[in-house]
Nanobody
Framework: QVLLVESGGGLVQPGGSLRLSCAASGITFRFYAIGWYHQAPGKQREWVATISAAGRTNYADSVKGRFTISRDNAKNTVYLRINSLKPEDTAVYFC?????????WGKGTRVPISS
């Protein structure tokens, strides 16, 4: 059974930082590209960042400079560091594992930003 479990969400204040984790099981993790997406209230899910199996990273223009994606293959975990949090970062954050036609999603972790 493939499981992706996001964690690290929680109420934070604008300007703060947090690190989200995505722990995977049931896949050969090191071969998969892992992406982070977020879905703000009332909006569609949007891509945020991806890290390839080789460690190459890509970011949505809207988050460049504030978000950092990284992976630890020994722990089957991908991280998303978010700095300088803004109210518009309020969303549920999901991770996605992809390899060829294999595509798996976690259930998300909520990041509410207090005002």
């Amino acid at each position: 059974q493939v499981l992706l479990v996001e964690s690290g969400g929680g109420l934070v204040q604008p300007g703060g930082s947090l690190r989200l984790s995505c722990a995977a099981s049931g896949i050969t993790f090191r071969f998969y590209a892992i992406g982070w997406y977020h879905q703000a209230p009332g909006k569609q899910r949007e891509w945020v960042a991806t890290i390839s199996a080789a460690g190459r990273t890509n970011y949505a223009d809207s988050v460049k400079g504030r978000f950092t994606i990284s992976r630890d293959n020994a722990k089957n975990t991908v991280y998303l560091r978010i700095n300088s949090l803004k109210p518009e970062d309020t969303a549920v954050y999901f991770c996605n594992a992809q390899l060829g036609n294999r595509d798996y999603w976690g259930k998300g972790t909520r990041v509410p930003i207090s005002s």
